[in-house]
């Protein structure tokens, strides 16, 4: 695989529960806007318990110089009853995106052929197709939901 399509001043790192508190302030502010678009699903704080629990992974992009993180998502193994084992990326979130999504999707695609993953997938806004429509991703539905508390 080529080098991933990252800045030269930037890394993508997985980042361990024992020293998440070491940046979760930093990623919780991040990720905050991501997590309000669960419609209520999730809140900052369950996203924390579950990577805190490994239940999810966090996955942190950072300036080298000034360790500034600038980016995170968080991922979940799932496996499904006919054994596909897909990675599946619950929150992305950052500032100058178009510097690393690409190279970050790259990491994790090495991540899931190191761990025996089958590989990728995720929910994500529209604007997310742009920088995967052309690597090979396909899209397969759109996901719509109705509340009823917000309904006529």
Not at 6 to 25: A, G, T
Not at 107 to 112: G, V
Not at 123 to 141: E, I, Q, S, T, Y
Request: hydrophobic share 35%; glycine share 8%; with cysteine.
């Amino acid at each position: 695989m080529n080098e991933p399509a990252l800045k030269r001043d930037l890394e993508f790192s997985m980042v361990h529960p024992e020293v998440l508190d070491r940046c979760w302030e930093d990623c919780a502010k991040l990720l905050k806007k991501a997590v309000k678009r669960s419609g209520g699903r999730v809140t900052i704080d369950d996203v924390y318990r579950d990577i805190d629990s490994g239940k999810s992974q966090l996955w942190i992009v950072y300036n080298v110089h000034d360790l500034r993180i600038i980016g995170c998502s968080t991922t979940f193994l799932r496996e499904y009853p006919t054994n596909l084992r897909m990675l599946h990326i619950d929150h992305i979130a950052g500032i100058s995106m178009n510097d690393w999504v690409e190279g970050g999707l790259e990491l994790l695609e090495k991540f899931c052929r190191d761990n025996g993953y089958d590989g990728i997938e995720g929910v994500a806004r529209h604007g997310f197709w742009n920088w995967v429509k052309n690597k090979g991703w396909r899209r397969h539905a759109t996901f719509y939901e109705y509340k009823l508390s917000e309904g006529r």
